[in-house]
C-alpha cells in the first residue's frame, strides 16, 4: 500500500493542471478507489483532495509571482472564473493572488508529500478474519459529524436521549453476530474528512430474515469478510489509537483493504463510568 500510495503522489504531481480520474489511477495500481482515499487521509492527515488543491495552489503560487496572466492560470488549475480560483488560492495562502503579486508573501507551501513505512514490531495487534453471512443492523439513526479525536459530543447526547430501557429491549432483539449492543458508523465520506457527516447507528445485529419493529431504522449488511480488532483500554483513546494503526500498521502489512461499508464497534466490557473499556472494532474488507 505504501507503494501504491506513493505512485499515486507522483502521478498527481504531473498531471496537477489536469482532470486527475483517481477511480481509474486505482484500478490501474491493483487497489480501490476506496480503499486508496481512507489509507491517503488516515496516513497523510488530510484528504486526497484537499492534497491535490493545496499543490496546485503551491505551483500557481508561483505562476502568479512570475506575473503570468490570471485568467490563464484559473483556467490552467480548472476553475471557470478568477473568482473561484482567487478564492481557492486565499483558502491555501491566506492572502489573494494580487496580494502575493504586490508584497510577495505570506505563502503556504504543501510540499510533495513520501509515504514511509516504518516498521517498530513492538506492539501486537490482536486481530482476527472473519466471514460473515448478510444480516442486518437496526436500532436507532442520526446524522452526526466525523471527529477524529475524543469523545464525540453529537453521538453521546443522542445515545443519552434514548428511553432508559431501550438498550435493553435492543439487546433482546440482536441475534447475530457481532453481538451486544453496536456502534455503527455509515455512509463515511471517503477522504475521512473531519467534520464531514456520517449516519450513526446504535442498535445491534440481527440475521438477514429477522422480523424488524417498525419503530427501528435498518442496515442491510451483505455477506463478506471483516478484520476484526480487539482492545482494550481508556476510552474512547484506546480505541481510537487502534483504529489509526490498523491504517498505520496494519493494512500496510497485510494482503487486506478496506471495502465500502459501514464500521461497527461492539462494547465487549466497560467500566460503570466507560472511562475504560474492552471494545471489538469491525472493518469490512477483501482481499487486496
Not at 27 to 47: C, I, K, N, Q, W
Request: aromatic share 8%.
Amino acid at each position: 500500500m505504501i507503494a501504491v500510495l506513493n505512485r499515486l503522489v507522483e502521478y498527481v504531481e504531473h498531471h496537477l493542471t489536469e482532470d486527475i480520474d483517481i477511480g481509474g489511477l486505482a484500478t490501474g495500481l491493483g487497489t480501490t478507489e476506496y480503499h486508496v482515499r481512507r489509507m491517503f487521509s488516515s496516513l497523510a492527515g488530510m484528504p486526497l483532495s484537499e492534497y491535490i488543491r493545496r499543490r496546485r495552489m503551491t505551483v500557481a503560487a508561483a505562476e502568479v509571482l512570475a506575473g503570468d496572466v490570471l485568467v490563464d492560470i484559473a483556467v490552467r488549475y480548472g476553475y471557470g472564473s478568477t473568482e473561484a480560483f482567487q478564492r481557492a488560492f486565499r483558502a491555501v495562502h491566506g492572502v489573494g493572488p494580487g496580494d502575493l503579486r504586490r508584497h510577495g508573501g505570506p505563502l503556504r507551501s504543501q510540499s510533495q508529500l513520501r509515504f514511509r513505512l516504518t516498521v517498530e514490531g513492538n506492539t501486537p495487534m490482536d486481530t482476527r478474519i472473519t466471514a460473515q453471512p448478510a444480516f442486518r443492523m437496526i436500532g436507532h439513526a442520526t446524522p452526526v459529524p466525523l471527529i477524529h479525536v475524543g469523545a464525540n459530543p453529537h453521538i453521546q447526547a443522542f445515545i443519552a436521549g434514548l428511553p432508559a430501557d431501550e438498550h435493553a429491549r435492543l439487546k433482546r432483539l440482536g441475534n447475530a453476530a457481532p453481538t451486544g449492543l453496536l456502534q455503527v458508523s455509515a455512509d463515511v465520506d471517503p477522504d475521512y474528512t473531519e467534520g464531514s457527516e456520517l449516519t450513526y447507528l446504535h442498535g445491534v445485529a440481527v440475521d438477514a430474515h429477522s422480523s424488524v419493529p417498525a419503530d427501528l431504522t435498518v442496515m442491510e449488511v451483505p455477506p463478506g469478510d471483516w478484520a476484526v480488532f480487539r482492545t482494550s483500554g481508556p476510552y474512547p483513546e484506546a480505541l481510537q489509537s487502534m483504529w489509526a494503526a490498523t491504517a498505520t500498521d496494519w493494512f500496510p502489512s497485510n494482503p487486506w483493504r478496506l471495502r465500502p461499508g459501514p464500521a461497527l464497534v461492539a462494547v465487549l466490557e466497560r467500566a460503570e463510568d466507560f472511562a475504560t473499556a474492552t471494545c471489538e472494532l469491525w472493518l469490512p474488507v477483501e482481499r487486496g
